[in-house]
């Protein structure tokens, strides 16, 4: 993947066309240390897995041909302003072009990773910023108050660290925290603790089981009032293309939903961005369904579901199990790294 960027880190002027083979080790060192993290920024930058992955290539990569000026420095900060810069670029790109229906992001399955309140020294093992409603929530910010918000909240950085993956004086990094928390309003990165992740687990199956025996006015009681419903189908399979809101007409779309389509060959509930989720499998038939499908709600604090997500989009499925702490990060062939396969 080649990716356009206008600022970088500050390189060596001098760099060689061709690596030396210290730096090359240096650089294998630091992907082992530093791509999980990376990866976590870049995921949380774009709500993309598969992009997640190939921006962090990129960013050894370009480690590579332009190495920093100062190489004996540490090496995680320049790593982590490329990384920023790269996915602020993609961002830009993918908002820039068209999309078919309500756009959510690639799904990742993160039971592996720890608790709140742990002290975890490897901070891609963080929840905060992962749960599908706050990554779709940063869609409103700009790509700039994004990075910001992904780098604070997401990462627990500091304004001096952000202002220097950004590039930018620490008081611009205060304004814009600022402001893009204002306009996220009462919406917060915090990870949900075990208690409030076993209460989305029950209130979900609850609802499944109304789905499934058609029962409307239960589905209606476990929906507030307001909820919306976005599918997500990537123009590829049949999806509502447009988000639907209410209570009585959310409640009839799944329903019809369920009666209409073939029952699923096999479900399994598994926590999917930090909050628990259905996974179906659909059998062979309709060329324009799906044959799998995401499906997760967000709870109010009176119980009831506000949002459900339900994503349907192949490629977007597919990515469930491509964080990298389910599967070895895949080094660029330059840098002359073994993949270690699965973890």
């Known amino acids: 993947m080649s990716v356009e960027t206008t600022e970088e880190p500050p390189s060596s002027p001098s760099s060689p066309s061709s690596p ?19 990866w976590g920024l870049s995921y949380r930058l774009t709500g993309s897995a598969s992009l997640a992955e190939d921006l962090v290539q990129e960013t050894f990569v370009r480690a590579l041909r332009r190495p920093p000026a100062d190489e004996g420095r540490p090496l995680r900060p320049w790593l982590r302003r490329v990384a920023t810069n790269l996915g602020i670029d993609a961002l830009r790109r993918r908002q820039s072009q068209p999309y ?32 599908l409603a706050f990554v779709v929530l940063l869609e409103v910010l700009s790509p700039q108050q994004r990075a910001v918000v992904v780098l604070r909240d997401g990462l627990g950085l500091s304004v001096a660290e952000t202002a220097e993956a950004l590039d930018v004086a620490a008081n611009n990094v205060k304004v814009a925290h600022h402001r893009a928390r204002q306009r996220l309003a009462e919406a917060s990165a915090s990870a ?16 499944f089981g109304a789905i499934a025996s058609g029962d409307e006015a239960r589905v209606v009681e476990l929906l507030s009032a307001d909820v919306r419903v976005l599918s997500d189908g990537g123009g590829v399979v049949r999806a509502a293309r447009r988000v639907v809101v209410g209570a009585r007409d959310v ?11 073939a029952p699923p060959v096999g479900v399994t509930l598994r926590e999917i961005n930090c909050l628990p989720a259905f996974d179906a499998i659909y059998g062979p038939g309709d060329p324009r369904g799906a044959t799998r499908a995401i499906f997760q709600g967000i709870l109010g604090v009176d119980g009831r579901f506000t949002e459900l997500h339900i994503i349907l989009a192949p490629a977007k499925v597919a990515a469930v199990e491509r964080a990298p702490w389910l599967r070895a990060p895949l080094p660029p062939a330059e840098l002359g790294v073994a993949s270690r396969g699965e973890l």
């Open 20 to 38: 030396s083979s210290a730096w090359t080790a240096t650089l294998g060192a630091a992907f082992e240390r530093d791509a999980r993290y990376l």
């Open 100 to 131: 078919d229906g309500p756009w959510l992001p690639e799904p990742i399955d993160t039971a592996g990773l720890s608790d709140p309140g742990v002290d975890v020294e490897d901070a891609s093992l963080r929840r905060e910023g992962l749960t």
């Open 192 to 207: 949900p603790d075990a208690d409030l992740r076993r209460r989305h687990g029950e209130r979900l199956g609850e609802l």
């Open 251 to 261: 409640a009839r779309l799944l329903i019809g939903i369920a009666r209409k389509g």
